[in-house]
C-alpha cells in the first residue's frame, strides 16, 4: 500500500501468490475472504478448528485447496521457497513454515509481546504432549530467526535456544499432570521456567 491523496493508502494492484494457513483461528485465517480464489494450504487436521471458529455458512470457502499431511511439503510462494510442515500443540491443524532457508514461521506455537517478552503458550490440542513434541522440533532450526505468530522476531540463537527451553518445561510439567487426571497451579508449572512467562490468564485452560 502507498499513500494516496489525503494520506489514504491506495492499492497498487498486487495480487497474492497463495495463502499457507497456519491454522484457523479467526486471527489468523479470516482474512482469507478478502483474497478471493487463490490457492490455498493448510493442515489436513483443519476441519475441528475451522468449525469451531467459523459460522457453518463460511467454511467451505475457507477451507484449504491443498492439504499438508505428516510430511513436509515444499512450494513456490510470490518467488520464495516455503516448506510447511504439521506443529500441532497450539491448535490440532498448526503448521510451522521454513522460508528460503533462512526463517520459521512458527505460528502461535511461539508467543511474545512487541518488545520480545515471552508469553505463556496457548494450548489447544490434545494430548498437551503434542505441543511439547512441537516445541522440541523447533531445535532442528536453531540456527534460523524464529517468527513467532505474535510478537517480535527472536534472532539471537542462544535467546531461541532458551525459550523453547522454557517452553518445554512449562507444558512437560503440565502434560505430566494431566496424564494423572489433576490440575497444577501456575507457578507449580513455571517453577523451572526463567525467565517466567507474561499473560496468564489462560493457563487454566492449559491442562484442562
Avoid at 478471493?36 to 493448510?42: A, L, R
Avoid at 490434545?126 to 511439547?132: G, I, M, N, S, T
Avoid at 512449562?170 to 497444577?184: P, R
Wanted: glycine share 10%; with cysteine.
Amino acid at each position: 500500500m502507498h499513500e494516496g491523496r489525503a494520506g489514504l493508502p491506495r492499492a497498487l494492484g498486487a495480487r497474492p501468490a497463495g495463502a499457507a494457513i497456519s491454522h484457523y483461528h479467526d486471527d489468523h485465517a479470516d482474512g482469507l475472504s478478502l483474497l478471493g480464489g487463490i490457492e490455498t494450504w493448510g493442515s489436513c487436521e483443519f476441519a475441528p478448528t475451522l468449525s469451531l471458529c467459523f459460522p457453518a455458512e463460511r467454511r467451505a470457502s475457507l477451507a484449504p485447496m491443498h492439504l499438508v499431511r505428516g510430511e513436509p511439503e515444499t512450494l513456490r510462494l510470490g518467488g520464495r521457497r516455503v516448506e510447511l510442515f504439521p506443529l500441532p500443540g497450539h491448535s490440532p491443524d498448526s503448521l510451522g513454515a521454513v522460508i528460503d532457508g533462512k526463517t520459521v514461521y512458527a505460528a502461535d506455537t511461539l508467543l511474545f509481546s512487541n518488545a520480545g517478552e515471552p508469553i505463556l503458550p496457548s494450548v489447544h490440542a490434545r494430548p498437551v504432549e503434542l505441543h511439547a513434541q512441537s516445541l522440541k522440533r523447533l531445535r532442528d532450526f536453531l540456527d534460523l530467526t524464529f517468527v513467532p505468530g505474535h510478537g517480535a522476531p527472536v534472532t539471537e540463537r542462544s535467546l531461541r535456544e532458551a525459550d523453547l527451553a522454557n517452553r518445554i518445561a512449562y507444558v512437560e510439567a503440565i502434560a505430566a499432570h494431566q496424564c494423572k487426571g489433576a490440575g497444577i497451579s501456575l507457578d507449580e508449572a513455571e517453577a523451572a521456567c526463567d525467565p517466567k512467562f507474561i499473560g496468564h490468564e489462560w493457563h487454566a485452560e492449559n491442562y484442562r
